[in-house]
């Protein structure tokens, strides 16, 4: 079955450090993969996507991602963390294959210290 | 002006009361979906629509029922609420072409609580 996987619940950081938040994803194919930060209060954003091509892809907010088949994960980076990244965030994996649904991972959230 | 909308945004109701839920989009895209929200499980899929005529139950469908009354428009139902449907309940849209292919679009989301 498929499934995603953020082993992540909680990552404290302090502002100006870098960060990597974690995800992994079982699927028989190739997916559509995506970030998305919920900020309190709000929906959903989504940070950046990875569809084909360069396995290294760039989102807004100034976080990038990297997608390596061989371990089946699409680990989310940002060189420098901002107070204003606090939230949660979600890994999702789009199935591309008859049904295009969506199955998102269980979130982490990060809280930035001053 | 927001491309998708929900309505409520927060609501308080008692077991055993029917709820709708609303949704509304302006982005003309024909996919539309209803999550649920609980704190540690992630969103998990309700219902997804993929065009007026086309209606099909997610991974916990039991409980709830949904109407696409327009591309337009996907409505979730609640036909008698009870606690545990006590959660954060977003709705999604998505476009089969273009640049935003396949990325989903959510709403604010409707906070309901079920006493």
């Known amino acids: 079955a498929q499934s995603v996987t953020q082993p992540d619940i909680h990552i404290t950081v302090s502002e100006g450090a870098s960060l990597e938040l974690r995800c992994n994803y079982s699927?028989?194919?190739?997916?559509?993969l995506f970030w998305y930060v919920q900020s309190p209060g709000q929906g959903l954003q989504l940070l950046l996507k990875?569809?084909?091509?360069?396995?290294l892809v760039q989102g807004i907010k100034g976080f990038e991602a990297e997608f390596k088949r061989s371990q089946s994960s699409f680990n989310l980076r940002k060189p420098s963390v901002h107070w204003s990244d606090a939230a949660e965030y979600f890994c999702?994996?789009?199935?591309?294959?008859?049904?295009?649904?969506?199955?998102f991972g269980t979130g982490t959230r990060l809280k930035v210290l001053a | 002006d927001a491309d998708v909308t929900q309505t409520p945004r927060n609501r308080i109701t008692k077991t055993g009361k029917r709820i709708m839920l609303e949704c509304s989009q302006t982005?003309?895209?024909?996919?539309m979906y209803w999550y649920r929200q609980d704190p540690g499980l992630g969103l998990r899929l309700i219902y997804y629509?993929?065009?007026?005529?086309?209606?099909n139950k997610g991974e916990i469908s039991d409980g709830y029922s949904v109407s696409r009354q327009a591309q337009a428009k996907f409505s979730l139902s609640l036909e008698s609420a009870i606690p545990n449907q006590t959660a954060l309940y977003f709705c999604?849209?998505?476009?089969?072409?273009?640049?935003?292919?396949?990325?989903?679009?959510f709403g604010p989301g409707t906070r309901l609580t079920v006493l």
């Open positions: 699927y028989g194919a190739t997916p559509y």
């Open positions: 629509s993929f065009d007026v005529k086309d209606i």
């Open positions: 999604a849209t998505s476009d089969l072409a273009g640049p935003t292919y396949n990325e989903q679009f």
């Open positions: 999702a994996v789009g199935l591309i294959s008859g049904t295009y649904k969506y199955i």
């Open positions: 990875y569809f084909s091509g360069d396995t």
């Open positions: 982005k003309g895209h024909d996919r």
